[in-house]
């Protein structure tokens, strides 16, 4: 079984920044591939970014694109998210997610493994 454990939450005004980081148990971390998830209050979970088991492959949604940064440390089992010029619509709950074979994704029926979130919220 593995665990994950998301960090790095927090207030943050609106142009400001944060790092997320998402701790994983388990030896094969480094064969996994790792997604960032987020929901807000009345919707749906939505795919934020995804990179694969080397650091090589990336995928972001859109809305993100050149502000937030993927990246992962294998010798530490933690992947990153860094974002930057943050909006107010950003702010949701974030998730780390891992799947244990395959690609990089943004669906989130390809993950195996969940993280219990952790709270961003940007003020305007």
């Known amino acids: 079984q593995v665990q994950l454990v998301e960090s790095g939450g927090g207030l943050v005004q609106a142009g400001g920044s944060l790092r997320l980081s998402c701790a994983a148990s388990?030896?094969?971390?480094?064969?996994?591939?790792m997604g960032w998830f987020r929901q807000a209050p009345g919707k749906e979970r939505e795919f934020v970014a995804s990179i694969s088991w080397s650091g090589d492959s990336t995928i972001y949604r859109d809305s993100v694109k050149g502000r937030f940064t993927i990246s992962r440390d294998n010798a530490k089992n933690t992947v990153y998210l860094q974002m930057n010029s943050l909006k107010p619509e950003d702010t949701a709950v974030y998730y780390c997610?891992?799947?244990?074979?395959?690609?990089?994704?943004?669906?989130?029926?390809?993950?195996?493994?969940w993280g219990q979130g952790t709270q961003v919220t940007v003020s305007s």
């Open positions: 997610a891992a799947i244990a074979w395959g690609d990089p994704s943004p669906s989130a029926r390809r993950y195996d493994y």
């Open positions: 388990g030896r094969r971390f480094s064969s996994y591939s």
